[in-house]
């Protein structure tokens, strides 16, 4: 059973379009996030949830809504997709909001075309 | 503003040596370091972490060091092992975020 599992696996779309990823994690954990790992492989945190709670908001677009709609599962929603969106998505889960390690996903691949 | 980073981007060591892998660090803030491993087509995983007060944890055949004063942690791999040849990311841990390195790919020649 995958622990932290995430939907779709790869996404390719065309500009301006509307696109969800989604991420169910089955440890217990209260606490999942977003990454994104861009072209130079850097690997940055997007958002935060604790509790179905936003912890963490990094700059980044207003066109990028995660929902977590239980502290299970934490969806990220982009609305009109830009070429420069096209990366490696990543969600993760940790027991506690601070330290302890992080359990992610295997990655969502989104092209934008 | 990349707070960590992993300046060598690929490694290639012989089968039974020892890899190193350097990380360092800017903001003197971090008290949690972790490193993890990634495939391809896969997520990170965890490997091994170390807490600010310490400056070495040893697990099994992977031992990270860290260095407070010269900001820089290593993870060391005696003896190296193909099924090692993966991605390596350091990230570093100040308050409830995690900061990524870029990664360094080891290649493990059997």
């Known amino acids: 059973d995958t622990a932290v599992s995430q939907t779709p696996k790869y996404l390719v779309t065309q500009m301006g379009n509307d696109k969800s990823i989604k991420c169910e994690q089955n440890l217990g954990h209260d606490t999942m996030y977003w990454y994104k790992q861009d072209s130079k492989k850097f690997l940055k945190i997007m958002f935060s949830?604790?509790?179905?709670?936003?912890?963490i908001n990094e700059t980044v677009p207003n066109r990028f809504s995660p929902k977590s709609p239980d502290k299970a599962h934490l969806n990220l929603h982009i609305n009109s997709l830009e070429l420069g969106d096209s990366a490696v998505y990543f969600c993760?889960?940790?027991?506690?909001?601070?330290?302890?390690?992080?359990?992610f996903g295997e990655g969502s691949r989104l092209t934008v075309l | 503003d990349q707070q960590v980073k992993q300046n060598s981007p690929s490694l290639s060591v012989q089968e039974g040596r020892i890899s190193i892998l350097n990380c360092d660090y800017t903001?003197?803030?971090?008290?949690?370091f972790l490193w993890y491993k990634k495939y391809p087509a896969e997520g990170p995983t965890f490997l091994i972490s170390i807490s600010s007060i310490k400056d070495k944890n040893e697990d099994g055949r992977f031992t990270v060091f860290l260095n407070k004063s010269a900001k820089h942690l290593s993870l060391h791999i005696v003896p190296s092992q193909p099924g090692d040849s993966a991605v390596y990311f350091c990230a570093a841990s100040a308050g409830n975020q995690f900061y990524f390195g870029t990664g360094t790919s080891l290649t493990v020649i059997p």
């Open positions: 993760a889960s940790s027991p506690e909001l601070r330290v302890g390690e992080l359990f």
């Open positions: 903001n003197s803030m971090f008290d949690y």
């Open positions: 949830y604790n509790n179905k709670e936003l912890i």
